[in-house]
């Protein structure tokens, strides 16, 4: 089975709103809003990750950000590790550059079921802050 480790963004401004994306539809988990982010590459650290990932999908250079939750998944055709960071210093505005949608969205308004199932535990936590 494939075996993946992921870095995410958790993304917050000092107003407490989070920016979230839209995967594509044709992609694993398709349609489900995420917190950006992607695959750790052979070689990098998950903050290495982190920051090539977010510079990739939203145009931000990243420059404070601490492990918030670490969660693993299995789905029927992988096991995923994801390292979620919250994100709460950057440079540049955050946006969907490869197309994908992206809001800002309030903490307390965040959706569980608007995310992949491994995110239940990470949502949970950031609903009960
Ligand atoms: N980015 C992100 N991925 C998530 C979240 N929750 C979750 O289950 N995933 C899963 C979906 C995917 O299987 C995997 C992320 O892979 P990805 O498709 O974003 O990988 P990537 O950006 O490196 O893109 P690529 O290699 O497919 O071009 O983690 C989340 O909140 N954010
Ligand atoms: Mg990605």
């Known amino acids: 089975m494939k075996q993946l480790n992921i870095a995410v963004g958790i993304i917050r401004n000092t107003e407490r709103q ?3 994306t839209r995967r594509a539809s044709d992609a694993h988990m ?3 809003w995420e917190f950006p982010g992607g695959k750790i590459e052979q070689g990098e650290s998950p903050e290495q990750a982190l920051v090539r990932e977010l510079s990739e999908e939203v145009g931000i250079e ?3 950000y601490a492990l918030y939750r670490k969660l693993e998944h299995s789905f029927p055709d992988r096991h995923v590790t994801l390292w ?3 994100v709460d210093a950057w440079q ?3 946006w969907g550059k490869e197309g994908q949608p992206g ?7 965040l959706k569980i ?3 992949p199932p491994a995110n239940v535990q990470v949502i949970e ?3 009960a802050e």
């Open 103 to 109: 809001e800002w969205i309030p903490q307390h308004a």
């Open 30 to 32: 398709g349609d489900k």
């Open 113 to 115: 079921d608007a995310f």
């Open 18 to 20: 989070i920016f979230i």
């Open 84 to 86: 979620f960071y919250l």
């Open 125 to 127: 936590q950031l609903l």
């Open 62 to 64: 990243a420059s404070r």
């Open 92 to 94: 540049g505005e955050p």
